[in-house]
């Protein structure tokens, strides 16, 4: 099945600074979603971006399908964005997501 | 606007007992999904079930679960004699069409003891 490499694995930002999560994946996907886990184990919706970019508010994405990797952005960054953020793909042929390990978000104030 | 829910958020049971997680996906979706999220650890997917029958499953399922589709709206998973390593949140979830965005419910954290 295919591989998913999120990294940093964990990474410390002061509130207001910039950052960006990777995402890389062993094979091609066909279906990628971005999810915030939030400290009640919630995981929330993203973004779904199988390729191309997308924005919503502070935070944006850019899946490369052709180089099989994504990249979430986050802008100005606030202490309620603390929390794990995970990467997720399905390959062809496939019905599930592969989640990454996921990136431990902090923002301190 | 639409979501997954579940019930009941937390469960508790004693090993070898039958616990039934209960989920209830967005009404138009017709793929629906189970996984896994043992503490600190990643998502893992359980099972996905489509047109009333499973459509794929991971090595994780086996004899101890099943999933069922009771009735219109309820999807549920029963673990049939659970262990301690059984200990997880579960999430459901949902989408129309495969290879198209999933929809996770608010999870069910189990503790077995």
């Known amino acids: 099945g295919i591989q998913v490499e999120q990294s940093p694995p964990d990474l410390i930002l002061q509130e207001g600074a910039n950052s960006t999560l990777r995402c890389n994946f062993s094979?091609?996907?066909?279906?990628l979603q971005w999810f915030h886990q939030n400290p009640w184990g919630q995981l929330i919706n993203l973004f779904y971006?199988?390729?191309g970019t997308k924005q919503n508010g502070r935070l944006s994405a850019t899946t490369v399908a052709t180089e099989r990797y994504s990249l979430l952005y986050i802008s100005s960054s606030q202490t309620t964005d603390s929390g794990v953020y995970f990467c997720a793909g399905g390959g062809a042929g496939s019905y599930q997501l592969t989640f990454g390990k996921g990136t431990k978000l902090s923002v301190i104030p | 606007e639409p979501e997954v829910t579940q019930t009941p958020s937390h469960q508790v049971t004693q090993m070898g007992q039958e616990v039934i997680l209960r989920c209830v996906p967005i009404?138009?979706?017709?793929?629906f999904y189970w996984y896994r999220q043992i503490l600190g650890q990643k998502v893992e997917f359980l099972v996905s079930f489509y047109n009333n029958e499973i459509s794929e499953k991971s090595e994780i399922f086996d004899d101890q679960f099943s999933v069922e589709r009771p009735d219109g709206s309820n999807f549920t998973l029963k673990i049939r004699s659970t262990k301690l390593e059984d200990s997880a949140m579960y999430f459901c979830?949902?989408?129309?069409?495969?290879?198209?965005?999933?929809?996770f419910g608010q999870g069910t954290r189990l503790t077995v003891v």
């Open positions: 094979d091609s996907v066909n279906n």
């Open positions: 971006i199988p390729s």
């Open positions: 979830a949902s989408s129309p069409e495969v290879y198209t965005e999933a929809f």
């Open positions: 009404s138009n979706h017709l793929y």
